[in-house]
């Protein structure tokens, strides 16, 4: 071993002799990494030190006390006038490397990076031997996006200082955002084996647990960074997103008050805290006016939190904008040359994260199914994790061309889209759980539709159409919408006229409902209730005697809440009546122990209230002004029942009692729903099919012509 040491001291002395000064100190490194005592590398490493500090001209670096000041201005972030004064001191002293170095560093918080590379880049020219100095260009093309330029950079840090443990976890890092999850877990944890309570990488190897799915061990790796940097905003957003996917919506609500409480004006926090709350159906935070104000200004906030707490298209465009270019600011690929030959079949693209037992997916089958062959070649990309799951296999056989692409990243699974020559590429998730819209950013299709996943505008350039009707989105509410409609003639959502309806459901008295009281029902999920319809319901039980109303369980904090806030307003709880989850047939078969449905306002019910109506249960709804406050008036009109469509909560409330408290008039209605159920177009599956195709078609005979995305009107078929 000895004598390998002397052949690396020996060929550092070899290096400085060609005047390489970073390779000699790199040998010198490579031995102190090894023999941190060896003082042959530690004097050659002083020695390099000492003759850079003597060379050059006099006074090369400006007085401590300036540069104490620089330092100051800088770490209380003003950084213009740190910047004015560094550029002052280096037209006084042009050798200078620590103002160069602090310019570099102000230009990089004022991102400004091309400066920030190039003050760094300087300095490394001057003095190679600096380790520090590659490690910050690595963060520079880390910012930039160059993924490559920043794994070198700070590889070259190692290779000075092999014991650099921030260097180490960039690596980490990076190799996360690869996908490389066993490397970045190994480099984050020799950062800890150099520096154990290094807090930053103790938050890496959450992240890769959390990739992992080992959530146990994510939450514990952020509380252990937590516990060393306290105030570490981003590692307080992680747990959070932890615990939500360990299912502990508290535990999630408690790190978002921890991170406000670290800063108070992290609106995303905000948002996100206030959309857990309604999942728990804790209102003790809403505040329609504070909500009004949240994501408005950069930086974004995830849009769909708030798509459930207010009815405000134009605010919810504002949101989705500043979301989509914070997140997918990128320029895709062109594509080639349009042929000038049609293809006598359109390739359709569908992607989403939910093939499994899922409302969407529920709703999409059969038209997977029933697409006309002729036509239409059905491609489906998929990134959900695979489940035993009928459903799942349901919409895969359903399809000609099935693709599983969890594992691959986003810009791949779009150029995989593109070999297949998809014409056309159909979003089913936009902003919601586990959506890859960076897919979509890529150009997956030359023609991409927004349809059925996301109940709102994506407010991205990549989105050309989303799928609506001209109750969901009337023509006054276009300036709303960063997308172009596509108009279906009678209703925008799929169907499954098939479902199974269980013939052996449970009576009444087995559910825990009166056996002749009236029974309101509102089994939509905990998040779209709000205190405006609950005050409305709660009139509702005290106006109709022995009436009840039936909502969905969700979890115990919402039986809790709900109990509470009924007490709250003179009603005894035991008047509500909690439905735990069941298999989808029974489920379908519960809505025929109601008497009514009662939608909820801002978000209404969707694929529950088109379920509802499958079984016969009317629907009451109140309009408002977005996507999503006009769900079931599209259902209804399309079913031919408007007369259940109200828009005022005072006219919501009146009709209620009135069907409530009037036998025959509910009864009438009931009749109506059953009689239209097969003769209206809601529910007619194949012409639905026929629609969302020509739709389809002409947004796609729109761009083979050169044409930019415009408004299509499908007209209906007999």
């Known amino acids: 071993m000895s004598l390998n040491v002397d052949q690396v001291l020996l060929k550092a002395k070899r290096h400085l002799k060609k005047g390489d000064v970073a390779a000699a100190v790199q040998l010198y ?13 530690i004097v050659g490493l ?10 050059g001209p006099k006074n090369q670096e400006p007085p401590k ?13 003003l950084y213009q006038q740190a910047l004015e004064a560094a550029e002052k001191l280096a037209k006084q002293f042009p050798q200078s490397l620590e103002t160069l170095a602090i310019i570099g560093a102000v230009s990089f918080e004022v991102k400004d990076f091309d400066r920030a590379l190039n003050c760094y880049q300087l300095v490394a020219q001057r003095a190679p031997e600096f380790a520090d100095t590659y490690f910050k260009m690595g963060i520079v093309f880390g910012h930039k996006g160059d993924l490559i330029a920043a794994m070198a950079s700070f590889q070259k840090t190692l290779d000075i ?11 980490g890092i990076m190799q996360l955002k690869s996908g490389e999850l066993d490397a970045a877990f190994a480099s984050a944890s020799n950062a800890l084996r150099l520096v154990p309570d290094y807090a930053e990488a103790h938050k890496t190897i959450g992240d890769v647990c959390f990739e992992r799915h080992d959530l146990k061990a994510a939450v514990d790796s952020y509380r252990r960074a937590l516990e060393l940097n306290p105030d570490a905003v981003p590692v307080h957003n992680n747990l959070a997103a932890a615990c939500l996917a360990y299912g502990d919506r508290v535990g999630a609500i408690q790190s978002y008050d921890a991170l406000l409480k670290v800063q108070p004006d992290h609106q995303e926090a905000w948002a996100k805290k206030l959309h857990q709350m309604a999942h728990l159906c804790d209102w003790s935070a809403f505040d329609p006016d504070f909500i009004s104000s949240l994501g408005l200004n950069s930086p974004d906030i995830t849009p769909f939190s708030l798509l459930t707490l207010e009815d405000a298209p134009e605010r919810h465009l504002i949101r989705s904008k500043i979301h989509a270019r914070s997140q997918y600011s ?27 037992q899922h409302p969407v997916m529920v709703l999409l089958a059969k038209v997977l199914q029933m697409h006309d062959r002729n036509r239409f070649e059905v491609f489906f990309y998929g990134f959900s994790p695979k489940k035993s799951d009928p459903l799942r296999e349901r919409i895969i056989a359903a399809v000609d061309v099935y693709d599983d692409v969890l594992q691959m990243r986003d810009i791949d699974i779009a150029h995989l889209a593109r070999q297949d020559g998809i014409d056309i590429a159909i979003d089913l998730n936009g902003y919601t759980e586990n959506s890859r819209s960076g897919i979509f950013a890529h150009r997956a299709a030359p023609v991409q539709i927004s349809y059925l996943g996301y109940p709102g505008s994506m407010g991205a350039d990549f989105i050309d159409y989303i799928v609506a009707d001209k109750n969901l989105i009337p023509e006054s509410s276009q300036v709303n919408y960063s997308e172009k409609p596509i108009y279906l003639p009678h209703h925008y959502q799929a169907q499954d006229n098939e479902l199974p309806i269980d013939q052996a459901a449970p009576n009444r008295t087995e559910l825990g409902l009166p056996e002749n009281g009236f029974v309101f029902c509102a089994l939509s999920n905990s998040y779209k209730i709000t205190p405006a319809e609950f005050d409305l319901w709660m009139r509702l039980l005290q106006a109709v005697d022995g009436s009840v109303l039936w909502l969905l369980q969700g979890n115990t904090s919402v039986l809790k809440n709900l109990m509470f806030e009924a007490a709250k307003r003179g009603v005894d709880p035991a008047r509500l009546v909690f439905a735990t989850h069941t298999d989808h047939g029974q489920y379908l078969a519960r809505f025929q122990r109601a ?24 629907v009451l709804t109140k309009r408002g002004h977005g996507y999503t406050a006009r769900m079931a008036a599209s259902l209804l009109s399309s079913i031919e029942l408007p007369e259940l469509i109200t828009d005022s909560e005072q006219a919501y409330e009146a009709l209620a009692i009135d ?9 009438a209605v ?29 947004a796609y005979d729109r761009y083979s012509e050169g044409k930019a995305p415009d408004v299509i009107e499908v007209t209906t078929r007999v």
Do not use: C
């Not at 002083?46 to 060379?55: F, H, L, T, V, Y």
């Not at 449905?597 to 379920?611: E, K, M, P, V």
């Open 161 to 171: 200082n092999p014991d650099h443990a921030q260097a180490h976890n960039s690596i």
């Open 595 to 618: 008497d009514l449905y009662l939608d909820t306002f801002i978000y209404n019910a969707g694929a529950t209230a088109s379920n509802a109506l499958w079984a016969g249960l009317p």
């Open 65 to 77: 006390a300036q540069l104490q000041e620089l330092t100051r201005l800088y770490n209380q972030g």
């Open 46 to 55: 002083e020695a390099i030190k000492s003759q850079r500090a003597s060379s």
């Open 29 to 41: 490194h490579s031995v102190l990494a090894k023999f941190p005592k060896n003082k042959r590398a």
């Open 659 to 667: 069907l409530a408290t009037n036998p025959v008039r509910m009864a």
């Open 330 to 356: 990128f320029v895709p690929q062109p594509f080639a040359a349009k042929t000038e030959t049609k293809s006598d079949r359109l390739r359709i693209g569908y992607f989403s994260a939910d093939v499994h």
């Open 670 to 698: 009931k009749a109506k729903l059953v009689a239209n159920r097969r003769t209206t177009p809601l529910f007619n599956t194949e012409l639905f099919t026929r629609h969302l195709e020509e739709g389809y078609q002409q």
